[in-house]
């Protein structure tokens, strides 16, 4: 296996924060328009917050960004639990965000319905905002993604099928007594993206990391399954408790 391009740091904040401004801002003034795809869980919470409140991020055309979502639990849009929720709180409330800009899975809905809401829905963004997509869902722009004690990224598990040729399906899960039902994009959705970014903290989740650099068995690490995005790898940031188990040749130590 190839060693994937890793920083690791003492906060989850600054670094990622400047990382995805400055990423925005470029897409934008290329392309006039930019697609994020957010991660869900407590790890990215503080850096939406820095979007969201930041003097620095006011540059950032914020209403010409599209917001998706890697995976939902299937939960109302209101409930402590949805990824939505918390991200709105944080980012997309403080900045004004524009409805037609919030692509949302909508968590209320039975577990095959949700999925093939979001799909159809991504299809037609693709569509009107992505005519020359390959494939019948957009490629993203930017994604960011977490990754789960147990090696589970967005709501791909551990021991759930590795080939799968839908952009959005359902899925049950029991991860630390959270809701079951999830409805989660797939490695066919995040591998057409452009950049896919993952943002890892705490020790509990070092062998985890470990796993997924090293051990080559994506059914047992399904964040191997995301593959190389427009030949590179995607970038991963960590803190020094998720990296501990790393070897810091070629790369920046921890500070």
Do not use: C
Request: hydrophobic share 40%; no cysteine; proline share 10%.
């Amino acid at each position: 296996m190839i060693e994937p391009s890793y920083v690791v740091l003492d906060d989850l904040t600054y670094e990622p924060f400047e990382y995805f401004t400055a990423s925005l801002i470029a897409i934008v003034a290329e392309k006039g328009i930019a697609s994020f795809v957010l991660s869900g869980g407590g790890t990215p919470l503080d850096l939406y917050r820095r979007l969201g409140r930041s003097t620095i991020a006011k540059n950032v055309p914020w209403d010409k960004i599209h917001f998706f979502w890697g995976d939902e639990r299937l939960v109302p849009p209101d409930d402590p639990g949805s990824n939505y929720a918390a991200s709105r709180k944080a980012l997309l409330e403080p900045r004004a965000i524009p409805e037609q800009n919030i692509h949302r899975i909508k968590g209320e809905l039975p577990p095959h319905e949700a999925a093939a809401d979001y799909a159809a829905r991504l299809s037609a963004w693709a569509a009107e905002h992505d005519p020359g997509a390959p494939h019948p869902w957009p490629r993203f722009d930017l994604v960011l993604l977490g990754l789960g004690e147990d090696g589970h990224t967005a709501s791909l598990f551990p021991g759930s099928p590795v080939e799968v040729d839908t952009p959005v399906i359902a899925v049950t899960a029991d991860y630390q007594g959270r809701p079951a039902g999830r409805v989660t994009l797939t490695p066919p959705a995040f591998n057409d993206a452009h950049l896919v970014v993952f943002l890892v903290a705490g020790a509990n989740k070092a062998d985890a990391v470990h796993g997924t650099f090293y051990v080559g068995d994506p059914v047992r690490y399904p964040a191997q399954r995301i593959r190389y995005v427009d030949e590179e790898d995607p970038m991963w940031f960590l803190d020094k408790g998720a990296a501990r188990r790393l070897d810091w040749r070629g790369n920046r130590p921890p500070r």
